[in-house]
């Protein structure tokens, strides 16, 4: 991380550290990746309860899921222009490979989220997270010795970090608002020691500057306030870019034809 470049972009309310840049993409660059992947055939989708995802270049395999069969590149609508972007931001500037080789794409409908749980030992400790479509708001969660936690494991469709009743009675401590086009990078002891989700919700809340911890950092606020802090949820898709530790190559006969 160069923290010369992105400093200016510190949520400073969060644990160390999380950075949101709005705008980080053109409308049009949004537009476009979000028309590619929301035209690829449904068979590439992998269907779970509450979303559908894909696991791109390929699900993380072996007994613990954290190795990456590094058989094919990522898809350049996923590379072109972001990760010229990252290198110049040094987001991945400390990483194992300097840049990440890993992107889950979770499309998300109205009313659809993802149970709060932490990203897990598998990858450096870095999430990039790019916002197409919709809005959404990121709840974050004090982990505490008590609760339970899994890793997002999306894969496999096992999402699930608090039990369901924790997360009824328990609110998050934090919220983060990603608007589209926007970047949100967390990384150190908000990646370790906090856990996140997304509220199944249609209609986000209480959207101002006492509750959302980057709301002096959006590009456009007045989206917001307009209906009295509240925003109705559109279909968003994320893009969640990582460095995955462990990398082998393909066994190089299945290549030949
Ligand atoms: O959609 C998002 O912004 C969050 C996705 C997420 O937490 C994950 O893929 O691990
Ligand atoms: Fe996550």
Redesign the pocket.
């Known amino acids: 991380m160069d923290p010369r470049i992105l400093q200016d972009h510190i949520i400073p309310s969060l644990p160390p550290t999380a950075y949101y840049i709005p705008s980080f993409l053109s409308p049009s660059e949004s537009t476009h990746i979000f028309n590619t992947i929301t035209s690829l055939p449904p068979h590439k989708w992998h269907q779970l309860t509450h979303r559908r995802l894909l696991s791109l270049p390929s699900p993380l395999t072996g007994t613990n899921r954290d190795n990456l069969l590094a058989t094919t590149p990522l898809p350049t609508y996923l590379t072109d222009p972001i990760l010229t972007s990252f290198s110049e931001l040094g987001i991945f500037h400390d990483s194992p490979h300097k840049a990440p080789n890993h992107v889950?794409v979770?499309e998300y409908q109205p009313g659809q989220g993802?149970m709060p749980h932490t990203?897990g030992p598998a990858y450096w400790p870095v999430t990039a997270?790019v916002s197409l479509g919709g809005h959404?708001v990121?709840d974050i969660y004090e982990r505490t010795p008590s609760t339970s936690v899994s890793t997002?494991d999306?894969a496999e469709g096992d999402d699930s970090g608090l039990q369901s009743n924790e997360v009824a009675t328990r609110r998050p401590k934090w919220r983060v608002l990603?608007e589209p086009g926007s970047l949100l990078v967390t990384t150190g002891e908000l990646y370790t020691e906090t856990l996140?989700g997304?509220a199944e919700v249609e209609v986000d809340e209480d959207l101002g500057p006492e509750e959302i911890a980057n709301w002096d950092l959006l590009g456009d606020k007045a989206a917001y306030e307009v209906d009295g802090g509240r925003k109705r949820r559109e279909t968003r898709i994320?893009l969640?870019y990582r460095d995955v530790r462990k990398v082998s190559k393909g066994l190089k006969f299945l290549g030949k034809r």
């Open positions: 889950l979770n993802i990203d997270t959404t990121l997002n999306s990603q996140h997304i994320s969640t």
